[in-house]
């Protein structure tokens, strides 16, 4: 006699939002429930993100030759995968509804923690890997073989993550089939970087690629977020497929992008919105959008 919708756990909402190009902090659900608790003046409750503490010593480094590029660029080894797990049926779930099809516990973690909290990343199978990673230019004749089995000549102007050997991905739209991981796969090594969306945008469209990854790069990721989403991923990877976790390995380069304070005067932001919000109206907003405001000083907040 239960209705066949909540049996199978279907009685829920699609929300199809649109987004102007310079709003990608909302191309996650992390960020479009900030704006919706903001907008709505209730409590934001991010995901929490446990550290797992490192078991192991090995690391996987990264020689980065195009900083302004890649400033910040991190790597995590985990060994001990279980291949007999499978992917739990709320991820899987989560994932099918937000139109990502599942495929393999790891790639479904990376998949998810991108919709989650707006950061792509990218598991490499770390018994594919030729030496340490590079991140380069890609050099004169140079192929790549992508996930998608497409092969396709790099041009010189496009960023690739490589080993000792041979390119690995194109960075930030798409990894390589040669070094992925597959239900073998027993030792990983995830990648978490900030991509300059200059040296990203229109890499996807010219090689005919539309993907999740390059759709936020192209329009900024947060610089922040990259450690969040190496934990983030590690927590989840182990809770499936457990595993021995080795230390976050970390470039980071003062090239990446800043906060620079900005002085906003209420006075003009009435006049532009048609608003009449108080001073401390505007700042309950900001607080609830995460920003913070330093000092209050005749009708300016820096």
Known sequence: ??????????????????????????????????????????????????????????????????????????????????????????????????????????????????????????????????????????RSGEKLRLLDGQVIDLDSDCLVIADQKEPLALAGVMGGEDSSVTETTQTIVLESAWFNPACIAGKARRFGLATESAHRFERGVDPSLQLQAIERATELICQITGGDVGPVWTFSHEKVPLNQPIHLTVAEVNALLGTALSESEITEKLLALGMEVDTVQSDVLS
Request: with cysteine; charged share 25%.
């Open 1 to 138: 006699g239960q209705p066949l919708i909540e049996m199978l756990g279907l009685d829920d909402v699609v929300f199809d939002i649109d987004l102007t190009p310079n709003r990608a902090d909302c191309l996650s659900i992390r960020g479009i429930a900030r704006d919706l608790a903001a907008l709505a003046g209730v409590p934001f409750h991010p995901p929490s993100i446990s550290v797992k503490e490192p078991n192991i010593d090995k690391q996987v480094s990264a020689h980065v030759e195009e900083i302004e590029d890649c400033p910040v660029y991190m790597t995590r080894v985990i060994e001990g995968i279980d291949v007999g797990a499978q992917t739990p049926l709320w991820m899987s779930e989560r994932l099918r509804r937000c139109g990502v099809r599942p495929i393999a516990p790891v790639v479904d973690v990376t998949n998810y923690v991108l919709l989650e909290l707006g950061q792509p990343m990218h598991a490499f199978d770390a018994e594919k890997l030729s030496g340490d990673i590079n991140v380069r230019k890609a």
